[in-house]
């Protein structure tokens, strides 16, 4: 039986019937404002409360952000990051200001690959990660659609070989129906999406696990709500067109 990476988030266990399975990369996928960032971020804080060491790729904000919102939800990872249980890859800044002094892994050209993947594996070997979360994968092929499915499966084979268990952050337009692409969509183990709804006036927030490699999981839409402390995910409701359905 493969192993479970538990994610830690309230109510996402049950609905991933234990866990995401052991090396599984992960296609987080959903919209603006959906709850992407927070729901990654909170996967590597409850690893790195397990003791599981976790990696953070910051591509869409400054590292200095990512950790203040991360701080906000009460996940402090600045102790973390000097006891080796947590680091920032920064592919934001290129190295470019302060940066240079404070963060340990920097990647200074996104057009690239090579080079990402280079720190990556340094980081993920320095800590020995558990748990990787690239925010957001789309960011490194935007400019070149043709190129999204060899760069994700080459992020995959070396997240996998190394056997670390990781989310992609996958951003797609509001009323998108895919994920992210055919190519990535096919090549990825599992599919999260994040949805949010203008139901009778008011948006509500849902997610669906499209596809998981190596466990069997709900089919249902649950909703879930963000919190001053991270997601928390209800496994015995179902959103409907019409609203939320309690389940028996
Ligand atoms: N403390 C909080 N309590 C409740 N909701 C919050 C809180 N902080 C943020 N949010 C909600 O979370 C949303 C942002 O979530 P997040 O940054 O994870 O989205 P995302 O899917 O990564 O978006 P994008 O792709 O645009 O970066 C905000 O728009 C807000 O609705």
């Known amino acids: 039986m493969v192993g479970r990476v538990r994610t830690g988030i309230p109510g996402m266990d049950e609905v991933l019937h234990g866990g995401i399975p052991e090396r599984n990369v992960v296609l987080l996928s959903g919209g603006p404002g959906t709850g992407k ?6 996967f590597l804080w409850s690893g790195i409360q397990n003791g599981e060491p976790g990696i ?14 991360m701080a906000g939800f009460g996940w402090d990872v600045r102790k973390y990051e000097d006891e080796g249980l947590f680091a920032m890859v920064d592919a934001f800044t290129a190295g ?10 920097i990647v200074h050209d996104l057009t690239d690959i090579r080079e990402f993947i280079d720190v990556l594996r340094t980081a993920i070997k320095d800590i020995g990660a558990r748990r990787v979360v690239i925010d957001s994968v789309t960011t490194l092929y ?18 996998a070989g190394l056997g670390v268990t990781s989310i992609l952050v996958s951003q797609i337009s509001v009323g998108e129906r895919g994920f992210g692409g055919p190519g990535v969509e096919h090549g990825v183990d599992g599919i999260i999406r994040l949805d949010l709804d203008e139901i009778d006036g008011e948006l509500k927030r849902s997610l669906i696990v499209w596809k998981m490699r190596g466990t069997s999981h709900s089919m249902r839409r649950h909703p879930f709500e ?23």
């Open 37 to 42: 960032t927070i729901f990654s971020q909170q």
């Open 226 to 248: 963000i919190t001053d402390r991270g997601i928390v995910v209800y496994p015995d409701k179902v959103l409907k067109r019409k609203g939320v359905i309690e389940l028996e």
């Open 56 to 69: 953070y790729v910051a591509l869409e904000e400054h590292p200095l952000q990512v950790r203040g919102n």
């Open 96 to 105: 470019v200001g302060k940066s240079r002094e404070y963060e340990r892994y």
């Open 142 to 159: 935007i400019n070149k659609p043709a190129m999204a499915r060899s760069i994700v499966m080459q992020l995959k084979r070396v997240l």
